[in-house]
């Protein structure tokens, strides 16, 4: 397998997910599975689900073509199967917490079973570490039920988990290329493309969403090929890369997590604190919402490659002072972009700053004032981004106003 045969499968995977995707629509209204409006959504009108069908098939037919049906591949696409399948039962029944959960760990142990587990890893500063097959497994399928809940958690918004998949799969394949892991490579190209292929119907404004179904195949596929075409090295890159590309849903997940826990929720219970809620609410658009976090999941992605092809070490605790330079100069610019971002949406709500800006617009703000300010902030979930707020005026507090 080449580079040639990644972009036909990749072009296959998608063409095949944009012509099934409208059928697949059609199919989801006879069957009930539709997204209704609700206050914590963003969609306004009623929606298909069952997306992921589509991709599926897009990576079956691919797959069936390119890849090598070895007993690896086999296990894989089994458990694409079956998460797809449990996927779809819940966008139309609505499964409970508990059955989701059995059945996300049941597709993550068809692939684990068939060997794509991590059973040694190295660690910075530490070395190689021998997990073994029990304990490397066991942690695998942790890891990939973790990463299907984090792309199900993340996809509340026109195109954007289709679209940070499709970003996160491109850049899993160039790694596992040159990590000599061509068929990892080709499965990353595959899902990559069948990702796309579904986003011409899904950007918005979305005709149809993937519902679990895709959400749910998305994050095991990715959580294999992250598996087969880098986690097995010894390579640094292994260990960081998957963390880097991901980074963007992973943090995401974690904020809203936190934030679930801190008010004694339980983490799967559904809100509007994501990433994509904390942009509509200081005024973005779904599209700028999508390609801001787009262009988060790209430089971050972008970071991870480039760690992988620029020489800035020999590997054996050598650095090139040039080269290591430039990827200081790489890290200090994605960093410069995530923090600008952390603050625009508010996640870092530091009460020395709430403190600046409502002074700054009003120098008689108490501290009392602020504090109360904060802890309604925090509580909503609504902070103003550009223009610090007014100091109320005396008398019984107002309530809260909604960014629209």
């Not at 068939?114 to 059973?119: D, I, K, Q, S, Y």
């Not at 973005?284 to 070490?313: D, E």
């Not at 610019?333 to 625009?344: C, E, K, T």
Request: glycine share 10%; charged share 15%; net charge neutral.
């Amino acid at each position: 397998m080449s580079e040639l045969d990644a972009l036909l499968a990749f072009l296959v995977a998608g063409a095949v997910a944009a012509l099934l995707t409208p059928y697949v629509a059609r199919l989801a209204v006879r069957v009930g599975a539709v997204d209704e409006p609700r206050d914590r959504g963003l969609a306004a009108r009623t929606t298909p689900l069952l997306g992921g069908m589509a991709i599926l098939a897009g990576v079956l037919v691919a797959a069936a073509i390119w890849l090598p049906l070895d007993q690896q591949t086999t296990g894989i696409l089994l458990g694409a199967a079956l998460i797809a399948l449990i996927g779809g039962l819940d966008d139309v029944f609505e499964l409970s917490p508990a059955v989701k959960l059995l059945g996300q760990v049941a597709a993550a142990l068809i692939p684990v079973v068939a060997g794509v587990r991590v059973e040694n890893v190295t660690l910075p500063f530490v070395g190689a570490l021998d997990l073994g097959t029990v304990l490397g497994g066991g942690l695998t399928v942790v890891g990939l039920v973790g990463l299907m809940n984090v792309v199900n958690f993340s996809d509340g918004v026109d195109g954007l988990a289709a679209g940070v998949c499709a970003i996160s799969a491109i850049a899993f394949a160039i790694i596992a290329f040159d990590l000599g892991r061509t068929a990892a490579g080709v499965l990353a190209a595959i899902v990559a493309g069948a990702a796309l292929g579904f986003l011409i119907h899904n950007f918005h404004p979305a005709s149809v969403f993937m519902g679990d179904c895709g959400a749910l195949l998305l994050g095991l596929l990715l959580g294999c090929a992250a598996v087969q075409g880098s986690l097995k090295t010894n390579a640094l890159i292994a260990l960081v890369g998957p963390l880097a590309i991901l980074a963007v849903p992973f943090l995401d997940t974690s904020f809203v997590i936190a934030r679930r826990l801190k008010y004694k929720r339980a983490p799967w219970s559904a809100d509007a604190h994501h990433f994509h809620h904390r942009f509509t609410r200081i005024g973005f658009s779904q599209r700028r919402t999508v390609l801001y976090l787009y262009a988060w999941t790209f430089m971050l992605a972008g970071l991870a490659v480039a760690m992988r092809f620029i020489p800035y070490s020999d590997n054996h605790g050598n650095f090139d002072l040039a080269w290591s330079l430039l990827m200081i100069a790489l890290g200090l610019l994605v960093l410069a972009a995530s923090v600008y971002l952390v603050v625009v949406l508010e996640i870092l709500k530091l009460k020395r700053l709430r403190a600046w800006q409502m002074r700054r617009a009003d120098p008689t703000t108490t501290e009392h004032e602020i504090v109360a300010e904060v802890e309604r902030e925090l509580e909503t979930g609504e902070f103003p981004a550009v223009a610090p707020p007014l100091k109320p005026p005396p008398g019984p507090p107002a309530a809260p106003q909604r960014h629209a």
